[in-house]
């Protein structure tokens, strides 16, 4: 693990396993995914970031003047630059997922491929600064009531004497770590991904600009990226991919990081297979 030092702050990062396919991704933190991808028989070099405002990472008072995802998006390509990294597949889970969105968009030149994880750009209804889910989230950030109700929601259903229990373990978790946060990490607030879409049609047209390869993976029964953002990035960005899990919801990440693993490596021999071919999938 390492710190690279940007304009007066400290970006943590973490290289795991050394194999072909080089795959980044940032997060406030990490659970096994995208770690996982590094093992057999997935064997990729799996480079983590931990978002500026996080963890090891410099915490910050306010909101970088580039906005948080943008930000965190320039951190990935300076760790990429420093570990000399020309392009690799971006993965995100989350809010993670709406960094890739952003370099996608921005840096295409840098991106093999995007993974986005139950991360695709949320529905729209006028306000951008943030999703209902993460503003709660903050006003309740030291009751832990509010946390584990708000993070039930943010989730989804689930049943099954098995899957339940997972449930209740995850969110036990989730509302520990986040009352450990210290006061900067829990005021962050990312917003939306392409705030400037006030509106879904804008939005649409945003993703209609993104042109590297993209994979989504999406839980149908998440509580805070709706199916139908899920199949509006689907429709939008030309040549994508999407999988739809009817039982998972926005915890598969965490809670079957295996499953995400298995449709990342069938999607990375597909992208060897299409730049061969000239950027053309067959």
């Not at 795959?23 to 500026?52: H, K, N, W």
């Not at 320039?74 to 969105?101: C, Q």
């Not at 139950?118 to 951008?128: A, K, Q």
Request: proline share 5%; glycine share 10%.
């Amino acid at each position: 693990m390492s710190i690279l030092a940007l304009d007066g702050a400290d970006v943590w990062f973490e290289q795991h396993g050394a194999g072909g396919d080089v795959v980044i991704s940032s997060a406030s933190g990490f659970g096994p995914y995208p770690a996982i991808l590094a093992e057999d028989p997935y064997d990729c070099t799996v480079v983590t970031v931990q978002a500026r405002g996080f963890g090891r990472s410099t915490h910050l008072a306010r909101p970088p003047a580039a906005g948080w995802l943008d930000q965190w998006g320039a951190d990935v390509l300076a760790v990429a630059d420093h570990l000399g990294i020309d392009t690799f597949v971006y993965t995100g889970v989350s809010h993670g997922a709406g960094i890739g969105w952003h370099l996608a968009r921005n840096h295409p030149e840098r991106l093999r491929a995007l993974v986005s994880v139950v991360g695709t750009p949320h529905d729209r209804s006028g306000d951008t600064s943030s999703s209902a889910g993460r503003r709660r989230v903050v006003e309740g950030r030291r009751d832990p009531a509010v946390l584990r109700e708000q993070f039930g929601i943010i989730g989804g259903p689930t049943e099954g004497e098995e899957r339940l229990g997972i449930r209740e373990r995850t969110l036990a978790r989730l509302v520990e770590h986040h009352l450990a946060y210290t006061e900067e990490e829990a005021l962050v607030n990312q917003g939306m991904p392409f705030p400037e879409a006030a509106d879904n049609e804008e939005l649409a047209k945003i993703l209609a600009t993104v042109e590297v390869p993209v994979l989504s993976l999406a839980g149908l029964r998440d509580g805070v990226i709706s199916p139908q953002s899920a199949l509006r990035a689907a429709t939008a960005v030309r040549h994508s991919k999407t999988v739809l899990f009817e039982d998972e919801g926005h915890f598969m990440a965490e809670e079957r990081p295996r499953r995400l693993a298995r449709e990342v490596k069938v999607f990375l021999a597909e992208l060897a297979d299409y730049e061969t071919n000239g950027g053309h999938w067959r």
